[in-house]
């Protein structure tokens, strides 16, 4: 079973704090992986992509991707209130045009950034 | 939201009755996917469509059926609603299909089986 897995927090950190979310994932083949941000009742919006090895940085959103470990992560720097929301790690499966669709989403970590 | 609607975003409707949801996009992207989300089992693949009138199952797809007769258009047809899917579903497109594909996010549609 391919699987991405997240803890599902929540997550609280106080403003201005570093956030630290993390995913692991069961598939050696996956090559693409994502961040999405979802506000309660809102649709997820994506944030991060990253496809290969080390960091990424755009902003105050840092995606780090390990493939020998299938680990990926999302650190938030200076925290803000308006980060709190569900952040969801997904995983491209690697099965171009195979029957079950392409992405595998995690259920998501709960960020609470406390002002 | 990428250029894509939803509609109804809400929808109330009994046990037994046939409901169809619909995703419009303006991106003009080859592909569409309808997903449910659910506490507890995160995003999940239901139907999608890797062209007009071509479509394949997704992880969850019993109960549920597709259509889409034009690029633009991507229609969810529960034929008998049931209480277990009352859900939020939600359309997503991309524009390609390989190792970078990129999913982007319709609003979303509430929906209540009673």
């Known amino acids: 079973q391919k699987e991405v897995e997240q803890n599902s927090g929540p997550l609280s950190v106080p403003e201005g704090a570093i956030a630290s979310l993390n995913c692991t994932y069961s598939d050696r083949v996956s090559q693409s992986f994502f961040w999405y941000r979802q506000y309660s009742g809102k649709s997820p919006e994506l944030i991060m992509s990253?496809?290969?090895?080390g960091d990424k940085e755009d902003g105050r959103f840092t995606a780090q991707l390990n493939k020998a470990s299938q680990y990926v992560s999302l650190l938030i720097r200076d925290s803000q209130p308006s980060d709190s929301a569900t952040y969801l790690c997904?995983?491209?499966?690697?099965?171009?045009?195979?029957?079950?669709?392409?992405?595998?989403f995690g259920k998501g970590t709960k960020l609470s950034v406390k002002p | 939201d990428a250029g894509i609607t939803q509609s109804p975003r809400h929808k109330v409707t009994e046990t037994g009755t046939p409901v169809t949801l619909r995703c419009h996009q303006t991106e003009n992207h080859r592909y569409m996917y309808w997903y449910r989300q659910d506490p507890g089992h995160g995003l999940r693949l239901i139907h999608y469509s890797y062209g007009v009138k071509d479509t394949d199952k997704g992880e969850v797809s019993d109960g549920y059926s597709v259509s889409r007769s034009k690029t633009e258009d991507f229609l969810l047809t529960l034929e008998s609603a049931t209480s277990s899917q009352t859900s939020v579903y939600f359309c997503?497109?991309?524009?390609?299909?390989?190792?970078?594909?990129?999913?982007?996010f319709g609003p979303g549609t509430r929906l209540l089986v009673l």
């Open positions: 997503a497109i991309s524009d390609n299909l390989g190792a970078q594909e990129t999913q982007y």
């Open positions: 997904a995983v491209n499966r690697g099965n171009y045009g195979g029957s079950q669709g392409n992405l595998i």
């Open positions: 990253i496809y290969s090895n």
